[in-house]
T-cell receptor
């Protein structure tokens, strides 16, 4: 059974800092890994999707990496802004379903 | 609006009542997913459809839950004889396998069972 873990559970940084969010998974037989952000009381917004054959994806200030062999992914956020404050979730899709981590709650202080 | 929509956004019901939620996916998406999310947790997979076929159903989904996707378009999720433990946010997502299978989520339906 796939288990997805995100560390840390919460993170607070001053505006302008670069930061890294971590995601680990137990079964490397995945189709893809997706990073989402979720604002309080809202649905999920897809940020980046990395196929199992890829090592990284970039979108603006965001860069996500994937190391299947070690069961790890990182989301790098450059030059953080208060508007980046949200919960960031990673999700791993395998042959059966998509499993989510519990998320990292990010606060960027002005 | 071309995103995923869900109706209603909020539902309050009494224990033992039946409730039905609706999800309208992005029009060209052939896959549709249902998830449940409780406070402080990531979404939990419930079931998914490819076109009108229900391909996977979580073992955690009791027989009080049923989902349909007639004609491969919108989907409904029904919960019979609701229990307080069913209180959660119910999220729907859709994707198109040919476009990399990125899932796009709706705003969710928040269910409160009294």
């Amino acid at each position: 059974k796939q288990e997805v873990t995100q560390i840390p559970a919460a993170l607070s940084v001053p505006e302008g800092e670069n930061l890294v969010l971590n995601c680990s998974f137990t079964d490397s037989a995945i189709y893809n890994l997706q990073w989402f952000r979720q604002d309080p009381g809202k649905g999920l917004t897809s940020l980046l999707l990395i196929q199992s054959s890829q090592r990284e994806q970039t979108s603006g200030r965001l860069n996500a990496s994937l190391d299947k062999s070690s069961g790890r992914s990182t989301l790098y956020i450059a030059a953080s802004q208060p508007g980046d404050s949200a919960t960031y979730l990673c999700a791993v899709k395998d042959a059966y379903d998509m499993r989510f981590g519990a998320g990292t709650r990010l606060t960027v202080k002005p | 609006d071309t995103g995923v929509s869900q109706d209603p956004r909020h539902k309050i019901t009494k224990r033992g009542q039946n409730v039905t939620f609706r999800c309208d996916p992005i029009s060209e998406h052939n896959r549709l997913y249902w998830y449940r999310q409780t406070l402080g947790q990531g979404p939990e997979f419930l079931t998914y459809f490819q076109n009108e076929a229900q391909l996977e159903k979580s073992r955690l989904l009791s027989d009080r839950f049923s989902a349909e996707r007639p004609k491969g378009s919108f989907s409904t999720l029904e919960i019979q004889r609701t229990e307080q433990g069913d209180s959660a946010m119910y999220l729907c997502a859709s994707s198109r396998l040919e476009n990399g299978d990125t899932q796009y989520f709706g705003p969710g339906t928040r269910l409160t069972v009294l």
